[in-house]
T-cell receptor, first 112, second 114 residues
Framework: RKEVEQDPGPFNVPEGATVAFNCTYS??????FFWYRQDCRKEPKLLMS???SGNEDGRFTAQLNRASQYISLLIRDSKLSDSATYLC?????????????FGKGTKLSVKP | EPEVTQTPSHQVTQMGQEVILRCVPI?????FYWYRQILGQKVEFLVS????????KSEIFDDQFSVERPDGSNFTLKIRSTKLEDSAMYFC????????????FGEGSRLTVL
């Protein structure tokens, strides 16, 4: 069973559209949750952390449902520059340090 | 803005050769990681490192792999005898503190094994 599952897409949307990504995780010991963004052949970069109460950062809204082990990301008024792969990431604290477990990513392409 | 730096950006090597990938984490960070990403695949955890020793490693990180922090600055990943399937982007990352603080990634080293 995959630890972090995402719809791979691609999502092809016009500028200005609202798009939602979903993610499920299998390890109930997962402690923290994030959305990272990865541009083609670049390193992952933190987009936002995800909190149980839900959180918003400008056009981006993230939600977490611990009971369902489900994470979502909503992008409103999408821009051309939002085109990227969005990675759902969980932090599992094990041993002395813990590490990030990545989903395979959902590819978004915003068209003019 | 402080950043994680990695060298080389791209290395091409023959199968069976040894490769060393270098990383300079952010200076006040204490926790270090290597991840890899095979083209078109997900980012996969290899190893974590703290206090001059490995904290955790994945099943990918077999005896062909080793890590070292030789001089308090560099953090290296060595692959002893490369295989074709080692071709991937290797990302170094570092984190300041304990807990689930943000991981900062380097730009990656692309390894191509021929």
């Amino acid at each position: 069973r995959k630890e972090v599952e995402q719809d791979p897409g691609p999502f092809n949307v016009p500028e200005g559209a609202t798009v939602a990504f979903n993610c499920t995780y299998s390890n109930s010991a997962s402690q923290s949750f994030f959305w990272y963004r990865q541009d083609c052949r670049k390193e992952p970069k933190l987009l936002m952390s995800v909190y149980s109460s839900g959180n918003e950062d400008g056009r981006f809204t993230a939600q977490l449902n611990r009971a369902s082990q489900y994470i979502s990301l909503l992008i409103r008024d999408s821009k051309l520059s939002d085109s990227a792969t969005y990675l759902c990431v969980v932090f599992i604290y094990g041993g002395s340090q813990g590490n990030l477990i990545f989903g395979k990513g959902t590819k978004l392409s915003v068209k003019p | 803005e402080p950043e994680v730096t990695q060298t080389p950006s791209h290395q091409v090597t023959q199968m069976g050769q040894e490769v060393i990938l270098r990383c300079v984490p952010i200076s006040n960070h204490l926790y270090f990681y290597w991840y890899r990403q095979i083209l078109g695949q997900k980012v996969e955890f290899l190893v974590s490192f703290y206090n001059n020793e490995i904290s955790e490693k994945s099943e990918i990180f077999d005896d062909q792999f080793s890590v070292e922090r030789p001089d308090g600055s560099n953090f290296t990943l060595k692959i002893r005898s490369t295989k074709l399937e080692d071709s991937a982007m290797y990302f170094c990352a570092s984190r300041e503190a304990q807990g689930s603080g943000e991981l900062f990634f380097g730009e990656g080293s692309r390894l191509t094994v021929l």
